[in-house]
């Protein structure tokens, strides 16, 4: 995306009149490592702030994750960046968020403890979240539901279902899946936990003080699960993650085939995102839950 200097002084105007405090941009410095939004620091009179710009009509996908970064940090259990201001100007959306020294080395089983108290907060709705938000840039529904194989069915598989193309994915297994979800969840009844929601190592780091945290979220209020068995889809966060997490809350028994239901969501969103290899991957999950 191109930029003129116009464009970050307006952005400056609106950090200064969310945060009260005066605020110019005297340099500017790329980001990288996302695959959604162009990224850059905005840094002037000591302060510095993370922006992540996209085009206009990202702005709704912005101020989700803008809510989403309140509520998990008002919880105070596990450290967020802060969320600071989302807006419009020019040809993009953007949002600021408060600046975190990354990459430092921390205590994996503090990470795993701190995310065991997030969970520990529920929500009274039911399962769902205060508004529909994305995962990745696919568009995740969040309508409260009072039963969690409702709304898993509905709004995870069968949403992903829906947006599925070209006949790759097996579409009578895929949908008596979602019909037999009472069956292979059987008696585990899951209170509506707060979640990350998009629980991958890439969203997981370390201040330089050594302090957990999580960015980029996708969260609503769902099976506790769903984070750890995401946690594992994409090569896992190490042994002391999860014992630090156990430790604080043990996991029930059944998690090992609930874990492939869970990932079942992801590896989907990932075929409709990307295509190619995912979608046999999710054809076995599928055949596996199945079995």
Not at 201 to 227: I, K, M, Q
Not at 262 to 276: E, I, R, S
Request: hydrophobic share 40%.
């Amino acid at each position: 995306m191109r930029s003129v200097p116009a464009m970050w002084t307006t952005i400056a105007s609106w950090i200064a009149a969310a945060t009260g405090e005066a605020f110019c941009v005297e340099s500017r410095t790329a980001v990288g490592g996302g695959s959604i939004n162009q990224t850059c620091t905005l840094s002037g009179q000591g302060q510095r702030y993370f922006v992540k710009l996209n085009a206009l009509g990202s702005l709704a996908m912005f101020e989700a994750e803008a809510e989403a970064l309140g509520v998990l940090e008002r919880t105070a259990t596990i450290r967020v960046p802060a969320p600071i201001c989302t807006g419009t100007v020019d040809r993009f959306a953007f949002l600021v968020l408060e600046w975190l020294p990354l990459g430092g080395r921390g205590r994996w089983e503090q990470m795993g403890e701190q995310l065991a108290q997030l969970h520990r907060i529920t929500s009274p709705h039911g399962f769902g979240f205060e508004r529909d938000n994305t995962i990745g840039s696919t568009p995740q529904p969040n309508g409260w539901t009072a039963e969690w194989a409702v709304f898993f069915g509905r709004h995870r598989l069968g949403h992903q279902l829906a947006l599925a193309q070209g006949g790759a994915i097996e579409e009578r297994p895929a949908r008596l899946l979602i019909e037999r979800l009472p069956e292979i969840l059987g008696e585990h009844t899951p209170v509506p936990s707060l979640l990350h929601g998009d629980l991958w190592s890439g969203n997981a780091d370390f201040t330089t003080a050594g302090e957990p945290v999580l960015f980029d979220p996708a969260t609503y209020y769902g099976d506790r699960e769903t984070d750890l068995a995401m946690s594992e889809l994409f090569g896992g966060f190490g042994d002391a993650f999860y014992q630090g997490y156990r430790r604080a809350w043990p996991l029930e028994p059944g998690y090992e085939r609930r874990k492939i239901l869970y990932n079942l969501y992801h590896v989907l969103n990932h075929y409709n995102l990307f295509g190619g290899s995912y979608a046999q991957q999710a054809n076995r999950m599928i055949r596996t839950l199945l079995d």
